[in-house]
T-cell receptor, first 113, second 116 residues
């Protein structure tokens, strides 16, 4: 089955700086990679996703890059703000829409004002 | 994004009682919903896949008689924790795929269950 590793487990960044979270996956058949943000006591919120036919996707301050050859993908947050503080989870899925998501272990991001 | 509503958000119950959690897709139909369990500072653990009109598919190690799932309509799935015990205390989260949004997976707000 799929195995997703996520690093780092915790990350502290000065407000205004950039944050990068990295994930690797094991199943070369995986073709869909979403990122979720989870605030304390709430359910995960989809913030951005990418499919295997695309190498990079950007949405305002958030971007995701995918390297299929190396089987890793990354979340980039620029100009970080205090409200970006949360736990972020990456995930991977093969046969998009018909399989289960496999989640990473999460990264606790803290933005220092 | 699509809206998945989950209730209640928090429940406290006595040991031995049963608790029902509801998960609704508000603006789309979901033939498949998923139930997750999350312990503090840990990732999401898939418990079962809820299929509309048929039996749920449980992950290995999840007791189907303990965690009853009913997906009676295209917009509602329920999880009943039967004869709850303190070790069942956890954060339970449902999710659903929105076929109208390219099968993306959206989550409910979660239910914090505390069994005394």
């Amino acid at each position: 089955g799929e195995n997703v590793e996520q690093h780092p487990s915790t990350l502290s960044v000065q407000e205004g700086d950039s944050a990068v979270i990295k994930c690797t996956y094991s199943d070369s058949a995986s073709n869909y990679f979403p990122w979720y943000k989870q605030e304390l006591g709430k359910g995960p919120q989809l913030i951005i996703d990418i499919r295997s036919n695309v190498g990079e996707k950007k949405d305002q301050r958030i971007a995701v890059t995918l390297n299929k050859t190396a089987k890793h993908f990354s979340l980039h947050i620029t100009e970080t703000q205090p409200e970006d503080s949360a736990v972020y989870f990456c995930a991977a899925e093969s046969n998009f829409g018909n399989e289960k998501l496999t989640f990473g272990t999460g990264t606790r991001l803290t933005i220092i004002p | 994004g699509a809206v998945v509503s989950q209730h209640p958000s928090r429940v406290i119950c006595k040991s031995g009682t049963s608790v029902k959690i509801e998960c609704r897709s508000l603006d789309f139909q979901a033939t498949t919903m998923f139930w997750y369990r999350q312990f503090p500072k840990q990732s999401l653990m898939l418990m079962a896949t809820s299929n509309e009109g048929s039996k749920a598919t449980y992950e290995q190690g999840v007791e189907k008689d303990k965690f009853l799932i009913n997906h009676a309509s295209l917009t509602l799935s329920t999880l009943t924790v039967t004869s709850a015990h303190p070790e069942d205390s956890s954060f339970y989260i449902c999710s659903a795929r929105d076929r109208g949004q390219s099968e993306k997976l959206f989550f409910g707000s979660g239910t914090q269950l505390s069994v005394l």
